[in-house]
């Protein structure tokens, strides 16, 4: 006679993850309207994304302080990668968010999140484990998706070029960002490190800001308090949640939502109209990412770092 113990916890495992995965899939959509502010705003673009921080920031430790959490638990031999983790994401945000004024919405979400294979491969390298077969052919379809999300937006010229390659960057140092936010989730609730490193990419970004000469203090207000509260501490607050608790293939691959609301976005709102092989890319996402819900991770390969995140903060 079988025991029966072990399919009631595989049961027990996908109901835990349950959570994470919704939180991942509404943190990627609520990030997914940032171009759309940062195009709207009036100051310059990488002021805009001092803002987010600036803004958000207070709104984050204001959070820890209504629920009693201890801000400083877990940082202990954390400083350097909270530090470094803050730069890093200061420097994304400042190549994304110039990249998102020279081409179109879809273009710039979709490049951004360039983290969608790098961040994978790199959790496949720390984990020492070649993907299943399952994994594998969801990376394949995310990739092929991801092609086709650009679709008749896609325009190889001066123009467009020029804003594909700063959002190109912008996505490798957002992997790096991961790397280092899943290494600071080991020993640090979400809340905590996604506060500390927001307030140390602050001066960075303000710094930026400055030498490129942008306007830094906005007449309109509206819009940099829904970039900070929509991408900063519900969308960036969601994803690092959900970062100690899922493996790098399934948060990679759910980075491909965003592209999929943002080309709506810039439909609707700039008539950057989707064709046939948008909706066909968007379709291939979304199986890549019930291949990847569904499937097992290879041994080894658990939550973002390979190496035992804490599941419990």
């Not at 968010?97 to 790199?122: E, K, R």
């Not at 890319?281 to 019930?290: Q, S």
Request: proline share 6%.
């Amino acid at each position: 006679m079988h025991d029966s113990t072990p399919p009631r916890k595989v049961a027990s495992v996908t109901s835990s993850a349950a959570l994470p995965f919704a939180a991942l899939l509404l943190g990627n959509i609520a990030l997914a309207f940032g171009p759309w502010f940062v195009r709207a705003a009036d100051v310059g673009p990488v002021a805009a994304g001092f803002w987010r921080l600036a803004l958000g920031v207070p709104m984050l430790f204001a959070i820890l302080l209504v629920g009693r959490s201890r801000a400083l638990d877990g940082t202990r031999g954390l400083w350097g990668v909270l530090i470094l983790a803050g730069v890093a994401f200061a420097a994304d945000l400042a190549s994304w968010h110039v990249g998102i004024l020279h081409t179109t919405l879809a273009n710039s979400t979709l490049f951004g999140n360039s983290a969608t294979l790098m961040y994978p491969i790199w959790g496949f390298l720390v984990a020492r484990a070649w993907p299943t077969r399952q994994q594998g052919l969801a990376l394949a379809l995310a990739a092929i998706g991801a092609g086709l999300l650009l679709g008749r937006s896609y325009e190889l010229s001066p123009q467009n070029l020029f804003g594909d390659l700063l959002c190109l960057l912008a996505g490798a140092l957002y992997t790096v960002y991961f790397i280092l936010m899943a290494r600071a989730r080991t020993a640090m609730a979400p809340l905590p490190a996604l506060a500390w490193s927001s307030l140390f990419g602050t001066l960075p970004l303000l710094i930026f800001a400055w030498a490129l000469g942008e306007r830094i203090w906005p007449d309109n207000w509206t819009v940099l308090l829904g970039l900070a509260l929509a991408s900063q501490v519900i969308g960036q607050g969601l994803m690092i949640y959900a970062l100690g608790h899922l493996s790098p293939l399934v948060v990679g691959i759910a980075l491909l939502t965003q592209p999929v609301v943002a080309g709506t976005v810039g439909w609707i709102v700039y008539d950057e109209r989707l064709g046939v092989p948008d909706f066909i890319g968007a379709a291939l996402v979304a199986v890549a990412l019930v291949l990847v819900r569904r499937g097992k991770s290879p041994p080894g390969q658990v939550a973002s770092t390979g190496t035992g995140i804490k599941s419990g903060t």
